[in-house]
T-cell receptor, first 114, second 109 residues
């Protein structure tokens, strides 16, 4: 299957700082990318959907000014957690697909805010 | 908004048993449905993808079925092994992918 690379795999940051997570499609054009968040012992919750060159569509309850998503090219989307706080500590996973084909998932990023 | 439900939430079986995990969804206008496995603290491993035009897919001891009209899918695991212990997630794709809460499976030796 196609490969989606997510970086970093884990990050620890201080409260109040910002963290950027990258999601790259390595061998296909990701016209759509999805960002998910997973708290311990819970399922993946969709945060936002982004189409290349357009503003992301955020799910209800997800603050767009706190979770900045940039899908500027067909191979890269970034999620920036701004002014991170301990409650933002979570497992973040991206997925990408071309058109309406199968979506492929990154390896995930474990964020710990101290 | 698509709602995805998985039953049971947890399941514990002795090694060798055949078992069925269930997934239901509210909006039948889907592109595809996918089953994943997630080990503790890890990412997702894709198991089976069923396109909306298909009724089932098989891979080794795994068989997934899809009944789009009734909004249901099942994942059948034959001859379960301790290595199958994990959380199994169902994801439904109709323009965005939404996950069920998962079934936490424990297979006892």
């Amino acid at each position: 299957g196609a490969v989606v690379s997510q970086h970093p795999s884990w990050v620890i940051c201080k409260s109040g700082t910002s963290v950027k997570i990258e999601c790259r499609s390595l061998d296909f054009q990701a016209t759509t990318m999805f960002w998910y968040r997973q708290f311990p012992k819970q399922s993946l919750m969709l945060m936002a959907t982004s189409n290349e060159g357009s503003k992301a569509t955020y799910e209800q309850g997800v603050e767009k000014d706190k979770f900045l998503i940039n899908h500027a090219s067909l191979t890269l989307s970034t999620l920036t957690v701004t002014s991170a706080h301990p409650e933002d500590s979570s497992f973040y996973i991206c997925s990408a697909r071309e058109g309406n084909t199968e979506a492929f998932f990154g390896q995930g990023t474990r964020l710990t805010v101290v | 908004k698509q709602e995805v439900t998985q039953i049971p939430a947890a399941l514990s079986v002795p090694e060798g048993e055949n078992l069925v995990l269930n997934c239901s969804f509210t909006d039948s206008a889907i592109y595809n449905l996918q089953w994943f496995r997630q080990d503790p603290g890890k990412g997702l491993t894709s198991l089976l993808l069923i396109q909306s035009s298909q009724r089932e897919q098989t891979s080794g001891r795994l068989n997934a079925s899809l009944d789009k009209s009734s909004g249901r899918s099942t994942l059948y695991i034959a001859a379960s092994q301790p290595g199958d212990s994990a959380t199994y997630l169902c994801a439904v794709d109709n323009n965005d992918m939404r996950f069920g809460a998962g079934t936490r499976l424990t297979v006892k030796p």
